[in-house]
């Protein structure tokens, strides 16, 4: 499925709210959301609008109050981009498997610290960063120190 610079913005603000509450019951139910849409395959040009939007909205124990711009549309009136580009959709499909690995196995702390490292990601994508390995090279940096790991290359392979 192709998804628009503006879900890709819908996830950066979900990525902020797991770094924020990353204990909620429901966040489990939020990243297969997010997964279910990446993993849908780009076959064709069909495209839909507020999709990320939509999908939570069939999250029932989903927080009403806190989450209250899922539940409004984005009216798209200027800027709307279709991302095709599949890395992206590859790179954010790993980074929130292993949100999920986290979330399951209760493990909040990490799960804040990789939604931290995350939460931009989204916006250089639909902004079409030029030179992302150095744009996330300062995002992920306290990852990488605390987990021993290289982030970028990890969720580029």
Not at 38 to 59: A, F, G, M, Y
Request: neutral net charge; glycine residues 2%; aromatic residues 14%.
């Amino acid at each position: 499925m192709i998804i628009s610079n503006y879900d890709f913005h819908d996830i950066h603000s979900i990525l902020t709210m797991l770094r924020a509450k990353p204990e909620k019951e429901y966040n489990i139910q939020i990243i297969e959301s997010v997964l279910k849409v990446l993993s849908e395959p780009q076959i064709d040009n069909t495209v839909d609008d507020n999709i990320i939007r939509k999908q939570l909205r069939s999250i029932d124990s989903l927080d009403k109050e806190y989450f209250r711009w899922v539940y409004v549309d984005n009216i798209y009136t200027y800027g709307l981009k279709f991302i095709k580009e599949d890395f992206y959709y590859s790179f954010l499909k790993k980074g929130f498997s292993k949100l999920l690995e986290c979330a399951k196995n209760q493990d909040y702390k990490q799960l804040e610290t990789l939604a931290d490292a995350l939460h931009n990601t989204p916006i250089f994508f639909a902004e079409g960063c030029k030179n992302f390995k150095k744009a996330v090279k300062i995002q992920f940096a306290q990852y990488n120190s605390i987990y021993k790991t290289n982030l970028v290359k990890e969720l580029s392979n």
